[in-house]
């Protein structure tokens, strides 16, 4: 391939993957099937944290997922390096294709090629595992892996469920990966309000406690379908005004809510939608707080406001086991009645709710679980409403009452702007909840 002097390029197609040095010679291949042959060599890998950087100094034995969504990445391997030593790097935020990574092997050979080569890698979800052989041939890539198909998601859909309108009902709403919320679907299960839910498993929900005519801790779980099941019964103490989250990507969270007076017990529930029995509380007890899941692995939660003799716009954050940290002070304006959903694959956005009048403010919340100050409102201002997430990274508010019930809803985008008002679709209610699946 003349014309091509100090570069390596990646050629894909048809199932093969080949790198050419200048000559043109074929110097790494892979065809169908290969991919079978290949130990697994992210054994014993140690994963570090994300990396966000234009540049960075890769150590042997570590593994690095690449977020290029911003900047292309320059890596530069160890300077000296022993037989065996490999290395991972993956595209963690599927940008390669956008924002390349260079490899700069900092004096050691390339797959044979001197340090004077420039070594990228431009494929959207590619992996690269690298293990030094020996001085001749240096860095050599033992598994260069990309799926640029994108993975189907399983949590793009979600359910709006449960609530009162004029009395309780137990009819739910799709919501499509568009974020287009479908008519009625006849209820399952018992009739209720001021209930909790969220996502489990990785790919269902979860909808728990309430009140009927008195407090219930039955719940119903949710399939991959958007299908709900029957009542299965309670566990934990009945409880109505509680709130729920998913924490550790695939379980969720029960926490907070009134019995005859304000509680902070919360219940955990397992991958497998088990809810497990009172944990005691901690952070102060209140009703009718928010809940979303938040931070860059997906696997922690974050709780907000509520009522305790007052509004309150306190916060407490759940760690990726399932624990509940101690009070953070208020940011933003305190109420309840609000709700809340992860949005941006990381971020979360708390909105809507009741300050001594309705409200329509939200605040953003950090992949890191701060909470931002307010943003002017956008929608119609109620309480009581529901939020999920949908289509992997979106989010979407619904329903509420302003005074009287209304079924609007607003979508949110990835980067976390509110929409405008949609038109209703479904029984206007207040009192319910949503969950993805």
């Known amino acids: 391939m003349s014309g091509i002097v100090g570069s390596r390029l990646n050629i894909r ?74 290395i991972i790097f993956t595209d963690y935020a599927r940008n390669w294709a956008t924002n390349k990574i260079i490899i700069d092997s900092n004096g050691l050979n390339y797959q044979g090629d001197a340090d004077t080569y420039t070594v990228e890698y431009t494929t959207a979800g590619q992996s690269l595992h690298i293990t030094y052989m020996d001085s001749t041939k240096g860095w ?13 998601q399983t949590d793009g859909q979600g359910i709006f469920a449960y609530g009162i309108a004029g009395s309780n009902v137990s009819m739910s709403n799709l919501i499509s990966t568009s974020g287009v919320v479908a008519t009625d679907v006849t209820g399952v299960g018992t009739a209720r309000r001021l209930l909790g839910a969220c996502e489990y498993g990785g790919d269902k929900g979860i909808f728990g406690f309430g009140f009927t ?24 103490t009945a409880r109505l005004g509680l709130e729920a989250a998913t924490y550790g990507t695939d379980k969720g969270i029960f926490a907070y809510g009134e019995t005859s007076s304000n509680v902070s017990l919360s219940n955990l529930v397992s991958s497998s ?40 716009g306190v916060t407490n954050l759940v760690s990726n086991t399932g624990v509940v940290a101690t009070d953070v002070s208020a940011v933003g304006t305190a109420r309840d009645g609000s709700a809340a959903a992860d949005y941006g694959g990381d971020k979360g956005i708390i909105g809507f709710g009741n300050d001594g009048g309705y409200a329509g403010m939200t605040n953003l919340v950090s992949n890191t679980g701060v909470v931002a100050t307010d943003v002017s409102a956008v929608g119609t201002a109620r309480s009581f409403l529901a939020a999920t997430q949908y289509d992997a990274e979106k ?43």
């Open 13 to 86: 197609g048809s199932g093969i993957v080949a790198q050419l040095g200048t000559d043109g010679q074929v110097l790494t291949s892979a065809g169908a099937g290969v991919a079978a042959e290949y130990e697994d060599l992210a054994a014993g890998i140690s994963w570090q944290s994300v990396v966000t950087g234009s540049t960075m100094t890769a150590v042997a034995g570590n593994g690095y997922p690449i977020n290029t969504t911003s900047n292309t990445c320059t890596i530069t391997l160890p300077a000296s390096a022993s037989a065996g030593d490999t």
């Open 273 to 312: 939608g088990v809810v497990a029995t009172d944990t005691s509380g901690v952070g102060t007890a209140r009703r009718y707080s928010s809940a979303c899941e938040y931070s860059a692995g997906k696997d922690k939660a974050i709780f907000f406001g509520g009522f305790t003799s007052a509004v309150s």
């Open 140 to 152: 050599v890539p033992t598994l260069d892996d990309d799926v640029t198909d994108v993975p189907t």
């Open 213 to 236: 005519s008195s407090l219930v801790s039955l719940t119903n779980l949710v399939s991959n379908t958007g299908v709900i099941g029957t009542d299965v019964t309670g566990v934990g």
């Open 395 to 437: 989010a979407i508010f619904g329903y509420g009452t302003t005074g009287s019930n209304v079924s609007t809803s607003n979508l949110v985008s990835n980067a976390g702007v509110v929409a405008t008002d949609t038109t209703g679709v479904g029984t206007a209610r207040q009192g319910l909840k949503a969950c993805s699946f």
